[in-house]
């Protein structure tokens, strides 16, 4: 870390900067030019707060040199993580669909699109049981009751499971459940997050829609500083001007983290776009620029023509996306250049 | 509610959709024009999902009529709410400020700052005992003991108090607060939002950094169904492309919110700015554009060099900023054009 | 196009309206319900100011059905445009790379990079002579010397050549110009728009970082509008707030942008990330999401150690991008689903 | 500037750079830490491109420590600058309103509105003449005609006159325009800023809706450097993801502008809500956030109901809004802190 002083800095204040550094144990080097001086902590400097040291009245300017994500960083774990999730591989070349409803709705829907999206080469299923609505009054999801559905689905199929988790409260629920997720408006509930980090189980952690990809990886850390090391970090679209489709999907994300980190990615195409028009397009994009796998929303029910052409594929339309992916894959930029 | 078809749509599908409608007590007037058919929906559609119905094959495109969040909303409490805060109105005319330290560190600091704000004009106290930290690895508050001493403060003072909650689980230690805040990153925690619901006291909630204004009454709803009428909006600024301050502090909120809905409106110029040095301008401007108060971090350690600077004011500086404040607030635009 | 009108709304300002409306040619339908009142607009609405009939009064809000860009949208030209430029063709399952250094610098510098980048698959040379600079200090260019050298290396390699105008004036010197770049700051500097639609040449017409995608094809329609048939449309990043790439590349814009018209679509990986390392990945994502083909910088200066490392490839990471590129052309995803 | 190398950086390369820097004047201070070594740079640096030394293979990171707009900054400038406008003050404590109509339409409308604003305290007419439409068929203003119109009406009633420039060849119709605008979509048409700052007259230049606060100065420095010393800035909103109003106004850029720079801060409250209904709110806040003056939008066409309600205040409200910004403005945030 790096402090650039401001010019003619009171040295009383300078000196009782330097004294609270030692106490944490960074020694400093000062290097002083003609109009500023500068300072290098050298040292363990992630837990110092690099806001609080920008705002002290004799501080110019504060600079990271070394990234504050100790563990999900590459630096001290320069190789892929690669997580098992009961037999099915995430990360380290493998290239793992995900695809399932967005809600559980009923038993015979659940089962159809499971057996559908197997048979097209998916690897897990996903299905929401706990459903976060910005409306009071919109449909919940079926709680409990979905989860069992899933579990149900699993045994039926053998995929192993993913589902979104909403409060600390309901982790007993989520004991059989392969993968928990954490959505995008949960990313930096931290109450949340250190209690996931007890468990030993895998997460899938969402990038929230207004955050950097250094608080996400943030983020992964209280997961992995609690002592689970199962992170997979999920790319799922930003929020920007542009309205045509519902949130920008960050794909550049995509090997800025694979420099980061040693994390698995996953790609949302579904969330993201908000469009089932667009989901194509958007998977085989993910995986070429070097995506471990994409999360989809599938959905079949021909007896409910109000389900037809939102964000969802049909089973068809996601046996073609996946034939796409899976011809895409082996030409994916995988490096880190 | 209207719902502008596709040319051509499939007659099947409608008649499906519309028998859909009827279930849910809502009627149809159909309009037929030379290329497009349109649908106006009369009942009550708050409960009916945009998103859904926008994603339907048959259907070009989806407009409410009636805002969503009937509780939240003017149309039917016409009147502004006020707030009464153990005898301090919030809302209806009155210029509330609340001030008090980010995280609360000791009993002396907490008294001298409340003190001192007290004289200023402030008619609550702020102050952080549980700090959600987007690093695992910086300092989380003092917890139930901060609480505790806050506490202390407020007998010592009679200054009613602000802090906030970052889960459900901890909602028994609020219960001698006066004002439980949720913060920004909250704001869609809507698992926390149900529980606060049920309470009978002052929520005061933040708007999150990538949340519409009409997300931000969508979370009231959440409080407001639950039984909880004392909920009161805060600005504290999104995040955009522009660096020189933490987050732009979105003044045009403030009157956008006093059309839209009857709750009182604070705005924290701190936290959003990021910057003491424009905490001063900002107040004024958020009192002259309409709003009902102010959160703002104070702070006082003359011992500790280390906090000079920050986005806290100083007491002094506090001082002045307060008399700017009461000196504008005359002056204010609370009308409703 | 659909006007809602508010309840009560004024009659004898209703019939004002109807009457000014019918001065355009167009008819209208009128639709009561309980609540509000509608009106169906008939005929050509493309020149109908939005923002002008929605700040009426007596108007709640207003929606177009049809897409206001006649020329640049698909509804009236359903097959892809291809544009042939002195015998490359972009467009229509083609992949055209254009490559070349950021600004021309030298004869040697140029054509160096001009023979190595056709070697490795280029169809056509990019270089800067104009060059916008955000500071007025900053290198601005060698201008018209830069033209001259391009023209060179056009006639040297045979690759047709793409450079920036920054205004009006400079239209002459572009004579022998392949195609004409509008870069993203002047994407709505209509009067240069104006003077490029008079020619019959064509323009690569980038993305502001601020413009959506519908002013992206506005502006494209003032081109077409003015008769120049051949346009290109270019995708390079717009401005959000993450900072670890310099720009956020929005790649779901190439889906939409097929959806929505018939005109080519270039990514720009180099100016978009603002980083070398990001572009292989990026430059394969595009291709692999239906980009006609990408705009990218290469530089090779081993006497100058100043260039190394920028967003610019060198010549021999260039060839291994572009082998990727040509390797994953054919399994993109070119469809509109 | 700090330049901060990557560890092991190759020595060859370090040498290269030094002496470059050499050969532009400015002398190094290496300071090497354990894992990093530092370079400090003395001398003028306001022509180093930061990006470019940002992306050498063995930089970092850079850092500026002084700004590097030297003309606009207040560093040799510590004044504020006061622009006099044939009698009119811009700056230095005064509250300048210009008022007038988004588009000249006719003789009689125009006087009819500068008269009323005259009356009601606005001590400038604007006015529309050539206007930048997003769409080639809109209204693109009365061009020539209309200055000739705003001429006319700053005879009549001796007010200077303020409109919008949109392109270089048209200056020598502005030879009687007291204040040249140059809009936000040509903030960053430098070719255009080159152009106006050889001239000796007053310009307003707007900020570009997606062009931060450094870009804004940078932009400034264009007009500085040329000679024209009369720069007026103007905050008119930013473009966000927020919906309800037009653009997100920036009044946080007000202090931050006033910090960094003496020249004057105008803000638009009307094109940068998009509303009439908050120009009233906005208007005020500005003024008490340290605005020097406001440029708000006024129409009154009894004979035509379509103008009704718009963007555009009424003539009576002008008069009411411009009541309140007299009455805030002295107790206006106007100091440094």
Redesign the interface.
């Known amino acids: 870390m790096?402090i650039?002083l401001k010019e003619n800095s009171d040295s009383?204040?300078l000196e009782?900067?330097i004294a609270?550094l030692e106490t944490k144990d960074i020694s400093i080097?000062k290097?002083e030019?003609?109009?500023?001086t500068?300072l290098?902590l050298?040292g363990d400097t992630?837990?110092l707060?690099i806001?609080?040291l920008q705002?002290?009245?004799?501080v110019?300017?504060v600079?990271r040199?070394q990234e504050?994500f100790k563990n999900a960083g590459r630096q001290f774990h320069p190789n892929d993580t690669v997580i098992d999730v009961s037999g099915v591989l995430i990360g380290g070349g493998n290239t793992t669909i995900i695809a399932g409803p967005c809600s559980v709705e009923s038993r015979e829907q659940l089962l159809m699109i499971a057996q559908s999206v197997k048979k097209s080469g998916a690897k897990m299923l996903r299905g929401g049981a706990f459903k976060?609505?910005?409306?009071?009054?919109?449909?919940q999801g079926l709680g409990a009751d979905g989860l069992t559905l899933l579990l149900e689905a699993k045994k039926e199929t053998g995929l192993p499971i993913v589902t979104e988790i909403?409060?600390?409260?309901q982790i007993p629920l989520f004991e059989d459940v392969d993968i928990i997720q954490v959505g995008a408006?949960?990313m930096?509930?931290?109450?949340?997050?250190?209690e996931l980090g007890k468990l030993r189980k895998p997460i899938l952690l969402k990038r929230?829609?207004?955050c950097?990809?250094?608080?996400l990886l943030?983020s992964a850390?209280?997961l992995l500083?609690?002592g689970n090391s199962e992170v997979i970090l999920c790319e799922r679209g930003?929020?920007?001007?542009?309205?045509?489709?519902r949130y920008?999907?960050?794909?550049?994300?995509?090997?800025?983290l694979?420099?980061l980190s040693h994390l698995p990615i996953i790609v949302d195409p579904s969330h993201?776009?908000?469009?089932?028009?667009?989901v194509?397009?958007?998977?085989?994009?993910?995986?070429?620029?070097?995506a471990d796998g994409l999360l989809i929303e599938v959905h079949n029910d021909p007896a409910?023509?109000?389900c037809?052409?939102?964000?969802s594929l049909t089973p068809w339309?996601f046996d073609r996306v996946a034939k796409?992916v899976f011809?895409?894959a082996p030409?994916?930029?995988r490096?880190?250049?």
Chains 1, 2, 3, 4 share one sequence.
């Open positions: 790096v650039i009383a204040q009782n900067l609270w080097h290097s030019g003609e109009n500023s500068i290098g050298v992630s837990a707060d806001d609080m705002a002290l009245s004799i110019k300017d600079k040199i504050p976060p609505r910005t409306s009071p009054y919109a449909f909403l409060d600390a409260s408006r949960n930096q509930n931290f109450e949340l997050l250190k929230g829609i207004a950097t990809i250094n608080e943030m850390e209280y500083a609690g930003i929020r920007t001007f542009e309205t045509q489709t920008t999907l960050d794909l550049s994300a995509i090997p800025v694979r420099s993201s776009t908000g469009n089932a028009r667009f194509h397009s958007m998977s085989v994009a993910a995986i070429a620029a070097g409910c023509a109000l037809d052409g939102q964000q339309t796409s011809a895409v030409y994916a930029c490096e880190r250049i």
